[in-house]
């Protein structure tokens, strides 16, 4: 995935949930710099996954894709 890579499809990821972009600011939620490093340092094989809130949903991150996990 590029740099910006998981940023985008964090961004996309939340408007096919249906929020708009005035609805939540990752910058509050989270360093997507950060996620970036740690996500692209890891070793692909160690399963890495990384969990967050945007408002109401969570979403996982890993370095392949992020996803939108049902509440259980």
């Not at 939340?14 to 996500?39: K, N």
């Not at 070793?43 to 967050?52: A, M, N, V």
């Amino acid at each position: 995935m590029s740099d910006q890579g998981h940023l985008f499809e964090i961004v996309d990821t939340l408007e096919m949930v249906g929020l708009d972009r005035g609805e939540y600011q990752l910058h509050q939620v989270l360093d997507i710099e950060a996620l970036e490093q740690l996500v692209n340092s890891a070793d692909p094989h160690t399963g890495l996954e990384i969990r967050f809130s945007v408002g109401e949903f969570r979403l996982r991150v890993t370095q392949s894709n992020v996803q939108v996990l049902r509440s259980e």
